[in-house]
């Protein structure tokens, strides 16, 4: 079965360091990766996605992922964080042989402290 | 533009009632789709609804339904209650059925079963 793994349940930065969140995904063909953030009491907004081509995705606010088969990994960076940035954000994966659903990782909190 | 809206925000309902939570998509867009998200954990798919047909269900028991209108809209219903019911119901919209086409959200339904 498809899974996802967000390591780190909690992650703190000090604003202008790096962020970094990590995802890995089990599945013998890569599926569609997504990053996705949740400000509080909002639903969800899309960062960034891999389907297909270039490995290294960029998205909205700075933010970029990329993906390595080798590592079945899709990690989240930004280069200097915002206290903006602060929320809880989620990798997921859309399965190569179902595209009607996503399979949420449990999600990583981003703290910003100044 | 109009987002996807989600009605009610909020409501508690106590164990062995019935709710009905309703999603109205973006315009243009034809596929619905229904996640519940329990407080610390990422979202679960529940179904998928394209052009008025259901295209994809998890793994919910049959308490669960829900169906799409001809102007795409959508209602998800539960009944029977259980206070592990209680979450974040949210809904995604999206132009076409696979998951290459962005999904947007809504802000949720909060539903707390006494």
């Known amino acids: 079965a498809q899974s996802v793994t967000q390591l780190g349940s909690h992650v703190s930065v000090s604003e202008g360091a790096l962020v970094l969140l990590r995802c890995n995904y089990s599945s013998s063909v890569p599926p569609y990766l997504f990053w996705y953030v949740q400000y509080p009491n909002q639903g969800l907004q899309l960062l960034l996605k891999?389907?297909?081509?270039?490995?290294l995705v960029k998205g909205i606010n700075g933010f970029e992922a990329e993906f390595k088969k080798s590592e079945t990994s899709f990690h989240l960076t930004k280069p200097s964080a915002h206290m903006s940035d602060a929320a809880e954000y989620f990798c997921?994966?859309?399965?190569?042989?179902?595209?009607?659903?996503?399979?949420f990782g449990t999600g990583t909190r981003l703290q910003v402290f100044p | 533009d109009a987002g996807v809206t989600q009605s009610p925000t909020h409501l508690i309902k106590t164990r062995g009632q019935h709710v009905t939570l309703r999603c109205s998509p973006i315009?243009?867009?034809?596929?619905v789709s229904w996640y519940q998200q329990v407080l610390g954990q990422g979202p679960q798919f529940i179904f998928q609804?394209?052009?008025?047909?259901?295209?994809g269900r998890g793994n919910f028991p049959d308490r669960f339904s829900a169906r799409q209108f001809p102007n795409y809209s959508s209602e998800l219903n539960v009944n029977a209650l259980l206070l592990g019911d209680s979450a974040l119901y949210l809904c995604a919209s999206s132009w076409g059925i696979f998951m290459n086409t962005e999904a947007f959200f809504g802000q949720g339904t909060r539903l707390t079963v006494v």
């Open positions: 891999y389907t297909t081509g270039a490995t």
């Open positions: 609804y394209y052009e008025k047909e259901e295209r």
């Open positions: 997921a994966v859309s399965p190569p042989r179902r595209t009607d659903k996503l399979i």
């Open positions: 315009s243009g867009h034809k596929s």
